[in-house]
């Protein structure tokens, strides 16, 4: 079974830093592409961020361009999201998601979602 | 970037009623290999999204046949046969086919 698990999110200041992971199970981590994906309270769904499947490609939302950096590590299935320099508006659940070969290119997995709120 | 554009944003139904929701592009989603990478997630209220239907028309697994997918280039439907208590929540099309970008939602609801 597919198990991604989004951790590390919490209060954070304005102008503060958090690292976001994500743990993945029940398939072929290295062999997927891999998203962030965030939700602010009451809205809907913005896409963050991509890495390809060994980590040599990444693209962000213009939103985050700068600010944040995805990162990965196929050896402990774990995806990462590094966030600097961060806004309130930035306050949001954060899911980590990915498209398996059978549904290519379509997010059929997704994490429960790791809440991070920005406020002094 | 591509910009999905969804109609209605609430859509107030009656059980066992059908139910349809649109949702246009701003470009075509047709990718270079051929493919539309249109997709329909529906999220239900405290859960994450769950993926129904991939490329246009395909039902992902487990996912009941009461829902369907149609369309092209820029304008899709997702129709919901006979709605149920269960499919309360908010609609979502996606499109993959440049980067990801996510229609505003529908939130279908029981009148």
């Known amino acids: 079974e597919v198990q991604l698990v989004e951790s590390g999110g919490g209060l954070v200041q304005p102008g503060g830093s958090l690292r976001l992971s994500c743990a993945a199970s029940?398939?072929?981590?290295?062999?997927?592409?891999m998203h962030w994906v965030r939700q602010a309270p009451g809205k809907g769904l913005v896409w963050v961020s991509r890495i390809n499947s060994d980590g040599s490609s990444t693209s962000y939302a213009d939103s985050v361009k700068g600010r944040f950096t995805i990162s990965r590590d196929n050896a402990k299935n774990t995806l990462y999201l590094q966030m600097n320099s961060l806004r309130a508006e930035d306050t949001a659940v954060y899911y980590c998601a990915t498209a398996p070969g059978i549904a290519p290119r379509a997010p059929a997995h997704w994490g429960q979602g790791t809440l991070v709120t920005v406020s002094s | 970037d591509i910009v999905m554009t969804q109609t209605p944003l609430s859509s107030p139904v009656t059980l066992g009623q059908p139910a349809s929701i649109s949702c246009r592009s701003s470009q075509s989603l047709v990718h270079s290999d051929g493919n539309t990478y249109l997709s329909w997630l529906q999220q239900r209220p405290g859960q994450p999204p769950r993926l129904l239907i991939y490329k246009i028309s395909n039902r992902f697994s487990g996912v009941p046949d009461r829902f369907s997918g149609s369309g092209a280039g820029t304008d899709f439907t997702l129709k919901i046969s006979r709605v149920e208590a269960e499919d309360v929540g908010v609609y979502y099309c996606m499109q993959a086919t440049q980067s990801w970008t996510f229609g505003q939602g529908t939130k279908v609801e029981i009148k």
């Open positions: 029940g398939f072929t981590f290295s062999s997927y592409w």
